[in-house]
């Protein structure tokens, strides 16, 4: 049945391809780039829009833009929320060429300004739903822990985007877990997208120009994981002139170069930050080195590294390259010849042409480069142990961009990956050579795909995209193989309401084993083989979207339902580092999520912002195999995700031309969890410990019946501009939980002794916070 089909919808999108005959009047392709007046970064989503038509086009991620008009004068209006509408008179006769560049807004509202797919008007026109972009000169100004801005944390304040919790990273999207989530940096895949244990992202603000989040209705040419696609771009440098810019915080410093490899041909930007704890927790061990009961404090830093240049090398060729490096470091040397060292990062390179066959066509084609990799090393005197881990993938991307007229845009492409699984393996032996055990095991993969979409605007109120994507996975001598449709409608009530739905298939065929019993992170990416079938899910979506007091504020509504098949689990006791074949040791089951998601976002004004709310269920079923009763015995069970209740509140508020004031709160529902609801112990039977019968036994009930108490913050900021001689500068003050709220990170029970008997009587739960309050101030520049 899929040979048939694949044909069916190939030979209905080559249609799309054949030439118009019989058109009444001649119609032309105006193409170009829409760029930012400041420092000629690309503006994602900016518009061209001609009024007297009603028509228009959006600007891609790429900052170019397609629109095929009749021949003759128009009128368009260039336009981004945060920059100057331009209005431009235009005698189209040929295919043309044109670019724009948009100064920034003179009253600095759009410093202030929440920054979505172009104008509310746009959004609430385009077919594509359930997707959120965000600019960085939003994120900046929101309050941030310890200062440091963190774009994956400001996702998170998006409906339908969970976090793990305090002190854990990831991305939760739609009931989806944290290896689910695709993330790119221009197009390269990045493994691990944390610092410090999931407090921080490992994107740069300083570097990057936008941010776009999927949740559902996915776009054909993205594939590989089932929740979401994070899709980073960085900027691009300035091409006219250099600059510096950078900030001083409380825990970390950033410093960015940009500007011309050679005036409007070639620029380049580079971008770096560190963290000094490490300077610190040195220093203070220096001093009580030789004090007694002396215990050094363990050392800790990240830094990464961001690089990108671009050079047109004619009118219709542009390449990008893209770098990143990032590491953390984590060490501790005690007085006792016990060391332990713990480092991890990403490493990631692209190299993108971009070229122009006509105004209707062109192709970018990408080869990229990207390694993940984690050691643990361990010493005690004579006797030492490693664990270390990696995945390293090469591939090439291409996809071609066809806009025959203004009611049709075609997309196609393919992908070849070629992937090499470092899995981890515990490694031991003695410093004389005497004992020496483990060995590294090492997968092959290779994956492919091909996919063809249509985005076609069949009436003024109807608009569709729809295409198809075939993807290949192979393993040894595994194959896995299947097709996966997507579809996403736009029907326009009236002008100021849409009605939307999407449909989505996914499949991963790559798997993140983690050991959540652990006490330190063991990401090990593992491949689809024979007896680990590739994960699969379906999400169907629909939702409403109003235009409400003259286009000032969009409200919208989604809901959505997803299924999720060979979802990948742990059998209990399974030995993750011993075993030489980690196939015998999982389980695997299914999953359903479904859930309603509330938006309403202002963009306008002095005041502007967003409230969302997401009711939503999760839920996974491991029945019995392999000789184990499954997880819960088979029963239905909420995975630590899960969240019933989640509601964001973020405004923004420009009070003067130079004060800005910020402030955030999150409340969502406890966290399940499984805690003992009891504890037993055996009579008159000699055991150990100190009292007759051994120690008491806890009872555990089924999985994660319990949850903590709800998680609620509120984060405050200030912006303050300030006025340099040179450039410009300003002070962030922020405070992260302001009203100290002490958030559950764990429960732990605590023995309640008889004083007389020293007897144990009872047990009382006791939870662990990590953060509470906590102020922090952040001077940036830039000149």
């Not at 004068?73 to 929320?81: E, G, K, M, N």
């Not at 965000?134 to 409906?159: C, H, I, N, S």
Request: net charge positive; glycine share 10%.
């Amino acid at each position: 049945m899929r040979l048939p089909l694949l044909a069916v919808c190939l030979s209905l999108l080559a249609l799309v391809l054949l030439p118009r005959a019989g058109q009444a009047q001649a119609r032309y392709t105006l193409t170009g780039f829409i760029r930012s007046g400041a420092d000629k970064s690309v503006l994602p989503g900016a518009s061209v829009a001609v009024p007297a038509l009603g028509t228009g086009a959006t600007a891609d991620s790429t900052g170019q833009y397609a629109l095929t008009l009749p021949a003759g004068r128009h009128q368009l209006v260039i336009s981004f929320i945060g920059y100057q509408s331009q209005t431009r008179e235009l005698n189209l006769t040929h295919n043309q060429r044109l670019s724009f560049s948009l100064p920034e807004s003179r009253n600095e509202l759009g410093e202030v300004t929440v920054v979505g797919s172009g104008t509310l008007e746009q959004k609430l026109q385009t077919p594509q739903m359930s997707v959120e972009h965000l600019t960085t000169r939003e994120a900046k100004l929101l309050p941030a822990l310890f200062g440091e801005v963190d774009l994956l944390k400001t996702l998170q304040l998006k409906p339908g985007v969970q976090n793990g919790g305090e002190g854990t990273g990831g991305l939760y999207v739609r009931g989806g877990s944290a290896d689910q989530n695709l993330f790119l940096l221009d197009d390269a895949v990045v493994y691990n997208p944390s610092h410090l244990f999931g407090l921080f992202s490992v994107f740069n603000p300083d570097a990057v120009q936008s941010v776009d989040l999927y949740k559902g209705g996915f776009p054909a040419q993205y594939g590989g994981r089932l929740s979401s696609v994070v899709d980073v771009k960085l900027r691009e440098g300035d091409p006219q002139k250099y600059s510096v810019s950078g900030g001083l915080g409380l825990i970390s410093s950033r410093l960015t170069l940009e500007g011309p490899i050679v005036k409007d041909k070639g620029a380049f930007i580079v971008s770096g930050r560190r963290t000094y704890f490490d300077v610190f927790t040195r220093q203070i061990n220096k001093l009580n080195k030789n004090t007694e009961d002396y215990s050094p404090i363990p050392d800790y830093y990240f830094s990464d590294f961001n690089a990108k240049a671009n050079y047109k090398l004619g009118a219709k060729d542009q390449l990008f390259l893209t770098g990143y490096y990032g590491r953390d470091v984590f060490g501790f040397n005690s007085t006792n010849g016990f060391n332990f060292d713990f480092s991890w990062g990403n490493t990631v390179g692209s190299l993108r042409w971009n070229h122009v066959f006509s105004p209707k066509l062109f192709v970018n084609t990408t080869v990229s480069a990207t390694r993940y990799q984690y050691s643990i090393a361990n010493k005690l005197d004579q006797f030492a142990f490693s664990l270390s881990s990696d995945i390293q993938d090469y591939a090439v991307r291409t996809d071609f961009e066809y806009a025959p007229d203004d009611r049709h845009v075609f997309k196609a492409g393919a992908t070849a990956t070629s992937h090499l699984f470092g899995v981890g393996r515990l490694q031991a032996g003695s410093q004389d050579g005497s004992l020496n055990i483990g060995s590294d095991v090492q997968y092959h993969g290779q994956e492919a795909s091909l996919y063809a979409a249509d985005n076609f605007k069949a009436t003024d109120k109807l608009q569709l995209e729809y295409g198809l994507r075939l993807t290949g996975f192979r393993s040894g001598s595994d194959w896995f193989g299947g097709l996966e449709p997507r579809a996403s409608a736009r029907y326009s009530l009236t002008p100021k309401t849409s009605l939307k739905a999407s449909y989505a298939q996914m499949y991963q065929y790559v798997h993140l084993v983690t050991n959540s019993g652990a006490s330190l992170p063991t990401d090990i990416w593992y491949p689809s083989r024979l007896n680990v079938k590739p994960q699969r899910s379906q999400q169907v979506a629909t939702g409403v979207s109003f235009l409400l007091l003259g286009g000032q504020y969009l409200l919208t509504n989604e809901v959505y339902y997803k299924w999720a098949r060979n979802q990948v689990d742990f059998r209990d006791g399974a030995q993750l580092f011993a075993n030489a074949d980690l196939d015998a040791e999982f389980l695997f089951g299914k999953g359903w999520s479904y859930g309603n998601e509330l938006y309403l976002e202002k963009k306008t004004g002095r005041t502007t912002g967003w409230v969302g709310y997401t009711l939503a269920w999760t839920q996974r079923n491991f029945q019995p195999q392999r000789g184990t009763t499954g997880i819960n015995n088979g029963k239905d069970f909420f995975p630590t995700y899960d969240r019933r209740h989640n509601l964001t509140v973020v405004v923004l508020h420009q009070l003067t031309e130079r004060l800005n004031l910020t402030g955030s709160f999150v409340y969502t529902s406890g966290a399940p969890t499984t805690l003992p609801a009891g504890r037993f112990q055996l009579q008159d039977i000699f055991g150990a410990g100190d009292q007759l019968g051994g120690n008491p036994v806890p009872i555990y009930p089924d999985r994660n019946t319990y949850r903590l108490a709800p998680y609620h913050r509120l984060d405050l900021g200030v912006v303050y501009k300030l006025k340099p001689r040179h450039g410009e500068s300003d002070l962030t003050f922020s405070v992260y939980n302001a009203y100290n709220r002490r958030n559950p990170y764990f429960v732990y029970f605590d023995q309640v002794k008889d004083k007389a008997t020293d007897q144990v009587t009872s047990y009382r739960a006791r939870q662990v916070s990590l953060f509470p309050v906590i102020p922090s101030v952040t001077y940036n520049f830039k000149f």
